[in-house]
């Protein structure tokens, strides 16, 4: 196997796990690659382990191990692009929703990779398209979510939202969040989204403090496509897609649909999202379930 290893300078605080990740690699006779930040951290790596640096993801990588939290998950996905290249997550970092811990990497692991005896989800994504203007990354897609936020003033802004060219409404809020399945459970959550199962496809629509009683979270259908207007005394509007953000002049405006690509997330136990929302979200925690 080709096996690319992807994180942050950070990594070097976790130097043993690190090194025990691509000791367990090497040891089984598969070609480790590290991305450029991984590759600077340290000199005699290339030399102790024959690891390569790679700059840009190719067809003939069979995984990626994305070593850090959530965000740096995210960034991976925006590297390796359009390449739907399985990501499996070890976490090196804090909450680590989308990752696995690192203890759970074992030689056992890698011969899981090996053998492919693990489940991949296919995890949709969302696309930013800007018409009048240039793409607001080489990789306009976000499989966590996209966002609209006031740029700089502590004034409200007014987000005009139109699905498929029909109104839906006028958001008097400090931005919205346009969330796919996958990222429900990050900042639309602490919004008062809902938890969406990443099996579906859907679209969650959560403002960002409105100023309105009313006004609820939106699931909309994979299809639809989003148009979105700003108007604010400010001149310009923060956007952000998952980890990349940028300011734009209110006279654009943005349209966001379903990705035509996917991301592939390897994990190693079936229970991984009812898990996951149980152990790192608390979801269902009551003293009366207790059996002690």
Not at 19 to 34: C, R
Not at 119 to 139: A, K, Q
Not at 192 to 216: D, M, Q
């Amino acid at each position: 196997m080709r096996v690319t290893l992807f994180g942050r300078a950070t990594v070097a605080q976790k130097m043993e796990q690190f090194e025990n990740v691509i000791q367990l690699l090497v040891d089984a006779g598969h070609e480790v690659l590290l991305n450029e930040s991984l590759y600077m951290i340290q000199d005699d790596l290339q030399t102790q382990y024959n690891v390569s640096k790679i700059n840009t993801p190719d067809d003939t990588i069979d995984y990626v191990l994305s070593l850090g939290g959530d965000g740096t998950m995210l960034e991976a996905v925006t590297w390796i692009g359009d390449k739907a290249i399985p990501i499996l997550g070890l976490n090196f970092g804090r909450l680590g929703f989308l990752t696995d811990t690192v203890a759970s990497f074992t030689a056992d692991t890698v011969k899981r990779l090996q053998e492919k005896d693990l489940v991949i989800d296919e995890r949709s994504m969302l696309l930013w398209t800007n018409p009048e203007g240039e793409p607001i990354r080489r990789f306009p897609h976000a499989l966590n979510d996209i966002t609209i936020q006031r740029a700089s003033s502590s004034s409200m802004i007014t987000i005009h939202v139109t699905i498929d060219g029909i109104a839906l409404n006028s958001y008097w809020a400090d931005g919205l969040i346009i969330s796919t399945p996958t990222g429900s459970t990050g900042y639309s959550l602490s919004c008062g989204g809902p938890i969406i199962h990443p099996s579906t496809k859907n679209i969650v629509l959560t403002p960002i403090a409105p100023h309105n009683l009313n006004i609820r979270p939106l699931i909309l259908d994979k299809g639809v496509k989003i148009t979105i207007e700003v108007e604010a005394r400010d001149p310009q509007f923060l956007a952000t897609l998952d980890t990349h953000s940028i300011r734009l002049d209110t006279s654009r405006h943005v349209e966001i649909s379903s990705s035509p690509y996917i991301t592939k997330i390897c994990r190693l136990q079936n229970d991984y999202f009812t898990g996951a929302i149980r152990d790192k979200l608390y979801w269902g925690i009551d003293k009366r379930n207790s059996h002690g």
